[in-house]
């Protein structure tokens, strides 16, 4: 198994930039895609972006793109959310989720970090 800690969450003003990071613990980090997903005050748990093992290949909510980007450091064990031009509609808690590249869903989750963007 696979232990997920986010950080890097906070109050922003609309246009600012956070840098949100998961650090992964336990098992190979390799073994695992990750994701970051987040979920809004009333609203159901949405995905944002996902990243495959070795970062070669990542994909994006179509809201996000071009805002966002996902990375990994293999070396670190470490997952980044790098969000910038943050608009009031991305205030979430934004969760880091982990599935073994041989599965489709996402078995792992981090307790989640708060992302607050001021109009």
């Known amino acids: 198994q696979v232990q997920l800690a986010e950080s890097g969450g906070g109050l922003v003003q609309a246009g600012g930039s956070l840098r949100l990071s998961c650090a992964a613990s336990g098992r190979t980090f390799t073994y695992y895609n990750f994701a970051w997903f987040r979920q809004a005050p009333g609203k159901e748990r949405e995905f944002v972006a996902t990243?495959?093992?070795?970062?070669?290949?990542?994909s994006y909510k179509d809201s996000v793109k071009g805002r966002f980007t996902i990375s990994r450091d293999n070396a670190k064990n470490t997952v980044y959310l790098q969000m910038n031009s943050l608009k009031p509609e991305d205030t979430a808690i934004y969760y880091c989720a982990a599935r073994y590249t041989t599965r489709f869903s996402y078995d792992f989750w981090g307790q989640g970090t708060q992302v607050t963007v001021s109009s």
């Open positions: 990243i495959n093992w070795n970062g070669g290949s990542t």
